[in-house]
């Protein structure tokens, strides 16, 4: 039963004696047994995204964490180029976890205890030019799954002054 506990695998030993209507062959009365951890992995995906404005709130990608949150969760992500048309370092600053060398692949950390880690997404002042797009997906990992493939935020000019914004949620 997953008790969202990581632990080392335990091990006992059951060693059989006066054994009725059996054979015992010699010397195999005792049993070794393992039990290995059985603690589930965390499940991250996207919980909600927010579009971004020049000159106004920065975007931003939420995630979210189910099954355990005990420990820090470092989790890995990367810009799909398909779905994507706003450039990295040209019409958004580079996301966390990313450099100016590998600008389309960066990560994450889940503190521990949180269920929920932000990838903040900040236009640069004089850009973009329309509307833009910026999708992210998650690259499994080994020390946990995912549910979402990707996720994907509008990224638009700013509104002139006077003007009332509208959003449709």
């Not at 709130?57 to 180029?81: D, M, Q």
Request: hydrophobic content about 45%; glycine content about 8%; overall charge negative.
């Amino acid at each position: 039963v997953p008790d969202f506990v990581t632990e080392p695998d335990e091990t006992f030993s059951v060693v059989f004696t006066d054994v009725v209507n059996a054979t015992m062959v010699s010397g195999s009365n005792t049993a070794q047994i393992t039990v290995t951890d059985s603690a589930a992995v965390p499940i991250v995906s996207f919980s909600t995204t927010r579009g971004a404005v020049k000159d106004g709130p920065e975007g931003r990608f939420v995630l979210r964490r189910t099954g355990p949150t005990n420990s820090p969760l470092t989790v890995n992500y990367r810009i799909n180029a398909a779905g994507t048309t706003a450039v990295a370092a040209v019409d958004v600053a580079l996301l966390p976890g990313t450099t100016a060398a590998a600008p389309l692949e960066g990560s994450i950390i889940f503190a521990a205890g949180s269920a929920e880690a932000d990838i903040p997404v900040l236009v640069l002042a004089s850009k973009p030019s329309g509307i833009k797009s910026l999708q992210l997906a998650l690259i499994d990992g080994a020390t946990y799954d995912t549910d979402t493939a990707s996720a994907t935020i509008a990224i638009r000019d700013s509104v002139p002054a006077g003007l009332p914004r509208v959003s449709l949620g």
